[in-house]
């Protein structure tokens, strides 16, 4: 096991492949193989098997592998065999979504505070939640030794809240705002930006036909 | 200009590009070198130059880039210098989000219905739309030409829905259900999965410090 040397495109595959894991559980399946996987993925069955070997052998020539096994070992490869604590900042429609969206709460990542800076929203009910004033969020990370947080802001806050994440221990950040943040070392931000996925489909698009 | 030709890992950072180039024009500049839109991304200047280099010659050697002449070229590339009709499906709390997000007419794309399969929400008001029978798609994706859907129902319906759309001529399709869908050659879906992002990240981080 060399985790530290497998490329990072590679694992940001492992988590869609412990999704279909578990949908393959959910329809009580036992068995699986790198080909019904890929198959259902649109990839490779050699880029399944490949991906997996950075990992250890998972499955035998001939049988394929085991669903349950499988997953259970992709939960552990990304730590995510236990709960993880995340904070959420922006109390807007997005946040709101976000701080309810139930598969969070499956995949064992627990939301356990919705924080603001607009004095009008905080002390606000949102959803299950109260928001929370963005300035005590140091004593709800500490508490729950958070380290991952999700930004749902507008983009001119967003680089000042991560740096306030950051500050508190926060190592992971998942940002929503359309704004690109630099980290120190160590600190990891994914982006999920719709405007960016829908800018790049419309470049396949064919003029002429439209 | 060979655009064909581009690989799709450098059309998809051209959206990050468009966007600094706009944040830019929002702060009064004029001109920028791939230096600085490099420091603003996190990555080489080198890179952003070898990337623009496939769309032809943006900047003069010395003087930088014309931060409105690259943005207008960097639209008509993406075909985003005109406005795309996009239909919903999905009535939830995300569709609400999403149905409502001011990005996504700020960057010319109108959500021009909303759409769910639920008896007990059609007809509702959804904030300033009206969720439509998901069966009734096809008049507006008719009128409206759409070639854009966005899907946000629960992973069991998502199939259906895409192949509806497809079927109705959508050709673009932003997933935010956690599964995979298979298209036709010429249809492409980009997704958008939080869980995966947060799974991601959780693979870096160190068990001894938790």
Redesign the interface.
């Known amino acids: 096991m060399t985790e530290k040397a497998v490329p990072d495109i590679v ?2 595959r ?3 492949y ?3 894991l578990n ?1 393959l559980i959910d329809e009580g399946r036992y068995i699986t193989s790198s080909q019904e996987l890929g198959d ?3 990839i490779s069955s050699a880029q399944i098997r490949k991906d997996l070997s950075h990992f250890g052998e998972f499955g035998k020539q001939g049988t394929g592998y085991d669903v349950m096994f499988l997953r259970d070992q992709l939960q552990k ?4 065999d236990r709960r ?1 604590s ?1 904070v959420l900042v922006g109390a807007g ?2 946040g ?3 701080a ?2 139930r ?2 709460n499956d ?1 064992g ?1 627990d939301v356990v505070g919705v924080f603001d800076s607009d004095p009008q929203k905080i002390g606000q009910q949102f959803g299950k939640y109260m928001i929370q004033d963005v300035s005590t969020m140091g004593e709800v990370i500490q508490e729950h ?1 958070v ?2 947080g ?1 930004i749902a802001v507008p ?1 001119a806050a967003a680089t000042e809240v991560a740096k306030e994440m950051i500050k508190l221990g926060v ?2 950040i ?1 940002n929503y705002a ?3 943040i ?1 980290v120190p070392l160590g600190v ?1 931000v ?1 982006y ?14 064919n ?1 002429e036909a ?1």
């Open positions: 694992v940001g492992l988590p869609v412990l999704r279909i949908y259902r993925l649109g490869i990304l730590h995510v993880w995340v429609d997005l709101h979504a976000l309810h969206y598969r969070f995949a990542f030794k380290k991952m999700i983009p190592v992971s998942l359309p704004v690109t630099m990891r994914q999920i930006d719709p405007v960016v996925h829908l800018q790049h489909m419309a470049y396949y698009h003029e439209l």
